[in-house]
């Protein structure tokens, strides 16, 4: 048998990286597609489950970022700088973190209406996920320079309309809500779901310092 443990550490067998690295951003564009999905039903019980299998995938995803830093710290070598691996792999992390995070904003206040600016921010955020997830796969190969940067600038863009989405829906709400209690419910989950977005661009600044490092 060629392949042994010591093999997956040597330099040519770089890809355990980052088949890491792509399977932990496969996670959270998961997460972010069934927040959409559960913003999108009608059925309670859905909701319920698709809530449910956030909470999950966001364990798998503190499993992926475990397994980055214990491989990184018995290989020999590694892609590239192991503190812009950890960098990497935390900032996928968080946008996982603060998708599971506004799910249960949503499933914890049981809101009456899914309002098209709360359903619009959920759907910025799978936007965007899936164009972080095209930039981390792309990475495999650091010399793919403008498809990594264009994936870049596309989640940069997604994070700026989200923002405006955001700031409009507050605005309306705090202009046309009469109650309170709604009022700090929605504002909590909006204000969740564009954080989200900013965890989003985040990773990219993590990626672009990493394109530097490496051109």
Do not use: W
Request: net charge negative; charged share 20%.
């Amino acid at each position: 048998m060629k392949t042994t443990l010591l093999g997956q550490f040597l330099p040519d067998n770089n890809q355990v990286f980052y088949n890491l690295f792509n399977e932990a951003s496969a996670n959270s564009t998961a997460m972010a597609k069934l927040l959409y999905e559960a913003v999108s039903s009608s059925s309670t019980q859905e909701q319920k489950n698709q809530f449910n299998q956030i909470s999950r995938l966001k364990n798998k995803a503190h499993e992926l970022k475990r397994q980055v830093y214990a491989v990184s710290g018995k290989a020999f070598v590694s892609p590239f700088e192991r503190n812009d691996m950890y960098s990497l792999v935390s900032a996928i992390y968080n946008v996982a973190d603060y998708i599971d995070n506004a799910a249960r904003r949503i499933n914890l206040y049981a809101i009456d209406v899914i309002t098209p600016p709360l359903k619009e921010l959920c759907n910025l955020i799978v936007e965007a996920s899936v164009a972080l997830e095209g930039c981390i796969r792309a990475m495999n190969n650091l010399r793919q320079n403008d498809i990594i940067e264009a994936g870049c600038n596309q989640v940069k863009l997604l994070e700026y309309h989200a923002d405006q989405v955001y700031d409009k829906a507050l605005a309306a709400l705090n202009h046309d809500e009469t109650n309170i209690f709604q009022v700090l419910k929605y504002s909590e989950i909006f204000s969740a779901l564009e954080k989200t977005t900013d965890k989003c661009e985040h990773a990219t600044y993590v990626i672009e310092s990493i394109l530097i490092k490496n051109s």
